[in-house]
């Protein structure tokens, strides 16, 4: 089956559809970071590094009709959060995927976003907007909310997923079941890391980080650097003995002392390595730009096992239809 991938980002949303079974026929991304990391890792991708508002399928015939467009798109924001006029460019956004879906019909659509997009009352017009033109162009949606903790990360990552689908391929969508299995913890997932360069205390620190991490998050690309989030999501990781007050280097020595109820500014810092393996990447997947810029990417991403999840649903309800 095809695909096409708009705001595609570091690649978390095609790698997991391409696992099961979608093919890219192109991505659209405008970051160049993000471009050059799709473009490392897979070479044989068609990454186009422009804004998708400006994209006219007709100059790219091959993506008429594919199977699904998929889109990661940036969060949107309610109207109450709107104070400036760039802030509306992520409802601009999500409008103009609509937009692309018209001109190319394709036969499913998958938009990921915040979870408040679904059921949130300060976005009812969004979702009034998006559910009237697709029902126009003869679509059935489908919204709800998944967490990657379900699909075996170790990270409470709720997010607002909408499929769209026609016919009987709509009526035969499921959504994923979460895994029988428990979600495993941040110390059990990341402890042989931490313990990559003899810290002693590694084994002890996972014992500590018992729970699923908060949801990472890139920031903006407006403003900010590098950090784990938040007020309340830094003190959440302080708990898990973890500074989010950026992105380290590297994991402890074996010489570090570690004080897990000394300042927090002492406390280790995750390392990218170490943020992507709580997103579900792969290791050989590599992040080009600078720490900033791969953090931001793997903050953006949507989380390939979820996407697997969900392509392994979407393909199973097309397929039906050949």
Not at 63 to 84: C, E, M, Q
Not at 147 to 161: C, H, T, Y
Not at 217 to 246: C, F, H, Q, Y
């Amino acid at each position: 089956m095809t695909s096409l991938e708009i705001c595609a980002g570091a690649g978390g949303l095609a790698m997991g559809l391409e696992t099961a079974g979608f093919r890219p026929v192109a991505l659209i991304e405008r970051n160049r970071h993000a471009c050059s990391t799709l473009r490392a890792n897979k070479p044989g991708w068609r990454v186009l590094e422009m804004d998708f508002r400006e994209f006219v399928a007709r100059e790219h015939p091959e993506t008429y009709d594919v199977d699904l467009i998929s889109a990661g798109l940036p969060r949107v924001k309610s109207p109450a959060a709107i104070k400036r006029a760039e802030d509306g460019y992520e409802r601009e956004l999500l409008e103009a995927t609509v937009w692309l879906v018209a001109e190319v019909q394709p036969k499913a659509v998958l938009i990921e976003n915040v979870p408040a997009l679904i059921n949130d009352d300060s976005f009812a017009d969004v979702r009034q907007f998006v559910s009237q033109e697709l029902a126009h162009l003869g679509y059935s949606l489908h919204w709800r909310i998944l967490n990657a903790s379900d699909f075996g990360l170790a990270q409470d990552r709720k997010m607002g997923l909408l499929v769209a689908l026609r016919g009987e391929s709509s009526a035969r969508f499921r959504w994923p079941d979460p895994l029988a299995t428990p979600s495993p913890t941040v110390g059990a997932v990341l402890w042989k890391t931490m313990a990559a360069r003899g810290w002693r205390d590694a084994a002890v620190w996972a014992a500590q980080a018992d729970r699923a991490a908060p949801a990472i998050v890139g920031g903006s690309e407006r403003r900010g650097g590098a950090d784990l989030g938040p007020t309340g999501t830094k003190r959440a990781w302080a708990r898990m003995g973890i500074n989010g007050g950026g992105i380290g280097n590297d994991v402890p020595s074996a010489d570090y002392q570690w004080d897990p109820q000394g300042d927090v500014r002492g406390l280790p810092k995750l390392t990218l390595e170490q943020v992507a393996i709580l997103q579900g990447f792969p290791p050989q997947w590599q992040l080009l730009g600078g720490k900033t810029a791969a953090y931001r990417q793997l903050g953006h991403a949507t989380p390939p096992p979820v996407a697997q999840a969900l392509g392994t649903q979407l393909a199973t309800a097309l397929a039906q239809l050949e």
